[in-house]
């Protein structure tokens, strides 16, 4: 078991620095890296989100994976990742990816071989506190509900999209606990893009809503509350992979690629160690 350095939350890599390092010159997909000290091993597996069987990533996730197991020789491990994954709805690897990506993937081959996996991942109303020391309320009920429209967007619509909402709107009400703020659809999506963007809400005008609630993109102030979001989950994760490491496992952690990147210096100064690009 290693002690880990404090995070240096300087380290993670900004939207900014990131943005322009992508303008230079793009990372390679999936974006792969290992730290091993004193017998522990971290495997970090940057992702593209997809959902495709065939697509190229699936195989050399199998492959790290293979790698992880055999430095980890059996000692106690974790896999840590990002993504909503239904545990109960994974009759196979393909079909595992095909409802759920990378994050049905890992979870699929990590019951296989019986190590335990975590979400990390903030809750709305935790994170809701942070953003409202700079955003309204206004801003971040509209940043929730249009960072899950785009999922469901993402997700191919297998959802009736009168009855998502709905349920967005339920779990926005319970997990913010606002209680004299407008929850409504009508309210929270559709006057709040009027009146952000001067233009009517309409489901069919994808693109542009796919890049609302985008960290990558800077349409409004909406853009910049993503990427603070972003940064939040950044610490959060770094957080469980410190947890995790200081009591002695060795951890795989799927996530995205732009997560990979901006978390390596990060994690590179808390292990004390070099890491190595798969």
Not at 36 to 42: A, D, P
Not at 191 to 216: C, G, L, Q, W, Y
């Amino acid at each position: 078991m290693c002690r880990m350095n404090q995070l240096n939350k300087n380290l993670i890599i900004s939207f900014a620095e990131y943005i322009a390092s992508q303008n230079e010159a793009r990372h390679r997909l999936p974006y792969t890296y290992s730290l091993e000290k004193t017998g522990q091993v971290l495997f970090y597996f940057g992702s593209e989100h997809k959902k495709d069987p065939t697509h190229p990533q699936f195989a050399t996730l199998h492959q790290e994976w293979k790698r992880f197991l055999n430095k980890a020789q059996n000692k106690k491990s974790i896999v840590i990742y990002e993504g909503n994954v239904n545990e109960n709805s994974l009759p196979s690897l393909e079909k595992a990816i095909e409802q759920f990506g990378e994050s049905g993937a890992i979870v699929y081959l990590a019951r296989e071989a019986n190590v335990p996996y975590f979400r990390p991942e903030p809750t709305i109303g935790g994170e809701s506190k942070e953003l409202l020391e700079e955003y309204s309320k206004e801003e971040v009920a509209y940043f929730y509900m249009m960072r899950a429209i785009a999922s469901w967007l993402r997700n191919s619509a297998t959802e009736d999209f009168d009855e998502y909402v709905k349920r967005i709107v339920e779990r926005n009400i319970k997990e913010l606990g606002w209680p004299d703020f407008n929850f409504s659809f009508e309210s929270t999506v559709v006057s709040t893009h009027k009146k952000i963007f001067d233009r009517e809400f309409d489901i069919e005008d994808k693109n542009f809503i796919m890049r609302v609630a985008n960290p990558m993109y800077n349409l409004s102030n909406i853009n910049e509350i993503a990427r603070t979001s972003s940064q939040i989950r950044n610490i959060t994760i770094l957080d469980c992979i410190r947890d995790y490491w200081e009591k002695g496992y060795n951890i795989f952690v799927v996530y995205g690629a732009s997560h990979a990147v901006m978390q390596e210096r990060a994690l590179e100064d808390m292990i004390g160690v070099e890491l190595t690009h798969a």
